[in-house]
């Protein structure tokens, strides 16, 4: 099989596939790239990501290359290409229309064509007519999570296949390559296959949005997020998972998709106030964020933050992953640099951020250094395991504002620091 674009999804589905025993050649145009990668050189943090590229590499399944014309003879090409959000909130398919105007003179006729990108609804059932009866076109998209990407592909939830009716068979031909991993397919068109993806992403945006409102309300009635939290995790018709309160929700899929999503409904004439909202309390997250780091540190929620040296604990938009893409704990730190605020950060995935507003430092104790307060911005596990009483001799005020609820109040207290998380009360206490 083929595959175009060694990106997140692309180099992720090449190096599984591969895994799973197929032949495998991913094209780039990235051509330094394509040469890094034939020498096992991964730029992409991604748990055993590394390894199964070695592996293919080792075995002589998996090749990288920069000629699109080594896809001549393959049965199935998978389109891996970015698809960021434009300006005005649609997905930019700029890309993706290039390469598959190529597709035509390229594959061989009954070469299935399969899109992994998260595209447009309605982008199937226009390729399939664009490419025609010679290459069928089957909608696959992709759920996986950065930080457990490789995991995700080789344990599915589902493996979703959006075809039209004339291209059953081309979908069940691409289910044959998921065989290994004994997950449930689910057949479909390609508008439910790509709205499926949209609407799932979105979905986990609203309980971000949702738990981060309830947050708020907690601290004005005098509840625990936490016990919140929990209690409606409780319900096996919501579940635990995305009921944490934080600075909001980023990376490289949930902005981009949600304003898709928003722009599909608005395309239809169809009201999504809610998803707008959750974009909007989002945006107004951040900024909520912004306002309790000033109180914590100066007593007043719009309290001037000139000069004062701010101690950072993760930059990137979650842990297990250095992506900053839209990352809600980057926009923080902007403002607070915006503010006049000194900020020294540490994050066990990122080495550096541009624009250099951050100085970003490779040990988590030169982060305390002489700070007014240290807040937790991405929840790395590690962060709880560190040394709070080597930190709070470190700086001058020893203040944390746990933006992420990551730590223990009791722990960090009794190191003597002053704790403040989002929609909790320090002061209270459940039996």
Not at 27 to 43: F, H, P, Q, T, W
Not at 65 to 83: M, N, W, Y
Not at 248 to 266: Q, V
Request: with cysteine; net charge negative; aromatic share 6%.
């Amino acid at each position: 099989m083929g595959v175009i674009g060694a990106g997140y999804v692309g180099l992720t589905s090449a190096a599984c596939f591969t895994h799973l025993g197929h032949q495998v050649v991913c094209v780039d145009n990235d051509l330094s790239k394509v040469d890094e990668l034939n020498r096992g050189e991964v730029a992409i943090a991604e748990p055993g990501l590394t390894e199964l590229v070695r592996d293919g590499l080792g075995c002589g399944r998996l090749r990288f290359t920069g000629a699109p014309q080594e896809l001549s003879d393959v049965d199935f090409v998978l389109l891996c290409l970015p698809t960021p959000k434009g300006e005005n909130g649609d997905a930019d398919v700029r890309m993706l229309n290039e390469v598959v105007a190529t597709l035509p003179g390229l594959l061989t006729p009954g070469c299935v064509v399969v899109t992994k990108s998260t595209v447009p609804v309605g982008t199937g059932t226009r390729l399939a007519e664009t490419l025609g009866p010679d290459l069928p076109v089957v909608s696959n998209p992709e759920f996986l999570r950065e930080g457990h990407a490789v995991e995700d592909f080789l344990n599915p939830d589902r493996v979703v296949l959006g075809s039209l009716p004339g291209n059953r068979a081309a979908a069940e031909r691409v289910a044959t390559l998921y065989g290994e991993t004994n997950a449930p397919v689910w057949f479909t068109d390609p508008a439910s296959a790509e709205l499926a993806k949209y609407a799932s992403n979105a979905f986990l945006a609203l309980k971000v949005s949702y738990v981060n409102v309830l947050a708020e309300l907690c601290e004005h009635y005098g509840a625990d997020i936490r016990d919140v939290g929990r209690l409606m995790g409780l319900d096996s018709r919501i579940g635990p998972a995305f009921l944490v309160p934080g600075p909001g929700w980023g990376g490289s899929c949930l902005p981009k998709d949600t304003a898709a999503l928003l722009r599909t409904a608005e395309h239809a004439g169809v009201d999504f106030d809610i998803l707008r909202d959750a974009m909007k309390a989002n945006a107004r997250q951040r900024a909520a964020v912004v306002r309790k780091i000033r109180l914590a540190i100066t007593g007043v929620s719009d309290g001037s933050l000139s000069g004062i040296r701010i101690g950072l604990l993760g930059l990137a938009f979650k842990a297990g992953t250095g992506d900053l893409r839209d990352s809600p704990a980057l926009a923080v730190a902007r403002e607070l640099a915006r503010s006049g605020a000194v900020l020294t950060a540490y994050d066990p995935g990122v080495e550096a951020v541009e624009p250099d507003t951050v100085q970003v430092v490779d040990d988590p104790y030169l982060v305390a250094k002489d700070a007014a307060a240290l807040v937790v911005l991405t929840e790395w596990p590690e962060f709880r395991e560190l040394d709070w009483d080597r930190l709070a001799a470190a700086t001058e005020r020893a203040v944390v504002v746990d933006a992420r609820n990551l730590l223990d109040p009791a722990t960090v207290g009794e190191a003597g620091f002053v704790h403040t998380g989002l929609g909790t009360d320090p002061n209270r206490r459940t039996g």
